[in-house]
């Protein structure tokens, strides 16, 4: 059974190896991160940890029973008790619910560990995958995405009012 885990430095290498292995699969809907984020990807994977102990972001790995990477969920600026969701996930799980029912997790988590109340997602207009997943999580559309905010394409942002759950 798949594991939702905070990212760690442990994580790196099967994370640098997802990254790697979906990079033609992402980039079909999503911008690439392009050389440079693989070129670097130590420093930067050193850097997302520092932003997560700093308490302004919170970063998660869905971590298979092998211990490889089928997807990344992450929440980012924190403020107001409201953060943004991205996430993505290995090509050969999509449209099997994993997004979705990860995405789902994350709403109940991020309120009891996160404090937050608010999550926001934006995605491209031609993203219709992100979409569904982002509906049946319970989502809803609140307006216009600023294509700086997904990949620079037009899009769409959605919101979810998060509820604590003892």
Known sequence: MPELEQLDACHAPAVLAFELANRAYFAASVSDRGDEFFD???DRHS???AEQAAGICAFYVLVAEDGSVLGRFNLYDFENG????????????AGRGVA????RK???LAPARHG???LRAATAHANA???KVLAKAGFVPVGPADPADVGGEPGIWYQRDLV???
Do not use: I, K, M, N
Not at 82 to 89: C, E, F, I, K, Q
């Open 40 to 42: 670097q990807f130590s």
């Open 47 to 49: 850097a997302l940890l």
């Open 82 to 93: 409201t953060a943004d969701l991205g996430y993505r996930v290995a090509q050969h799980v």
């Open 100 to 103: 979705t029912a990860t995405v």
């Open 106 to 108: 994350q709403c109940r």
């Open 116 to 118: 937050l109340r608010t």
């Open 129 to 131: 995958a992100s979409q």
């Open 164 to 166: 604590h759950e003892p």
